[in-house]
């Protein structure tokens, strides 16, 4: 199954920018679409973008415009460029696979630990 590492993220100023990546192990990564998903602790875990493996997208309104999401499937990795960066955006990113844009089955049924973002002035 594939595993994940998050990392990238840090503290940013309001307007900011940073980008996430998702080192993903396995030799069936090529499989699944990919998601980053966050959390905190007034909401639910929410889908911020998610990236098939042909390349398709997907974003929430909050973050269409200003989030990009891609994919290098040579190097497992998949990446989240965000920019104009809100204090709304502040969570803690994590990234999980599913079979297709859409999906609710997700492939990792633990959680990794993720990566903090934190948008403050």
């Known amino acids: 199954q594939v595993q994940v590492v998050e990392s990238g993220g840090g503290l940013v100023q309001p307007g900011g920018s940073l980008r996430l990546s998702c080192a993903a192990s396995g030799s069936i990564f090529n499989r699944y679409t990919m998601g980053w998903y966050r959390q905190t602790p007034a909401k639910q875990r929410e889908l911020v973008a998610a990236?098939?493996?042909?390349?398709?997208?997907k974003y929430s309104d909050s973050v269409k415009g200003r989030f990009t999401i891609s994919r290098d499937n040579a190097k497992n990795t998949v990446y989240l460029q965000m920019n104009s960066l809100k204090p709304e955006d502040t969570a803690v990113y994590y990234c999980n696979a599913a079979p297709h844009l859409g999906a609710t089955n997700l492939v990792l049924g633990n959680w990794g630990q993720g990566t903090q973002v934190t948008v403050s002035s």
């Open positions: 990236i098939t493996s042909a390349g398709a997208t």
